[in-house]
């Protein structure tokens, strides 16, 4: 009965993932498949959305990439890219570079699916793979960057958010 149900397990229990978070996002979107894949995977696009940073790779399966920004002083986050299914999925491994305790963290992975409706897509964003109690850093930025997102694609304004302003 004094057992915490959601106790880490000791080491020698654990396989890869035993306890782990999933956050999911789901953002109605008014624009194409073109464009919401686009908007993801263009760095002057995701530059615009995305807190000023770019992702620099070629979008291949294997391929690895790093998140930049002008103004900061290193890569901001690097991985692999796992899954490339223009127009319809994109999944990665990243590993956040930005502060101490978030790359303490580890890799986790982020998977965009986006599924068309008439006029609109649903973007379907799952961050997973991090540890129950992950630095709240590492997944805290999506709902900035979505509505973020989602402004830029309906409106082609950008949206003005307090992540949008850490680098600037």
Not at 10 to 27: D, G, N
Not at 95 to 102: C, G
Not at 129 to 151: E, N
Request: with cysteine; charged share 20%.
């Amino acid at each position: 009965m004094g057992e915490t149900l959601f106790a880490r397990p000791p080491a020698e229990h654990c396989w890869v993932y035993p306890i782990a978070m999933e956050k999911v996002y789901e953002f109605y979107i008014k624009t194409t498949p073109e464009k919401l894949w686009a908007a993801l995977t263009d760095p002057d696009q995701t530059a615009i959305y995305f807190f000023g940073n770019s992702y620099l790779t070629d979008w291949s399966v294997g391929s690895r990439f790093t998140t930049q920004n002008p103004n900061a002083e290193g890569p901001l986050g690097e991985g692999t890219v796992l899954e490339s299914q223009e127009l319809t999925r994109l999944v990665l491994s990243m590993t956040a570079l930005w502060d101490e305790s978030v790359q303490a963290e580890g890799e986790s992975r982020i998977a965009y699916q986006i599924t068309q409706f008439q006029d609109t897509c649903l973007l379907t964003v799952t961050h997973d793979r991090m540890r129950v109690d992950t630095d709240a850093q590492l997944y805290g930025g999506w709902p900035m960057i979505l509505s973020g997102m989602k402004t830029w694609l309906e409106t082609g304004q950008r949206l003005t958010t307090p992540g949008s302003l850490r680098y600037t």
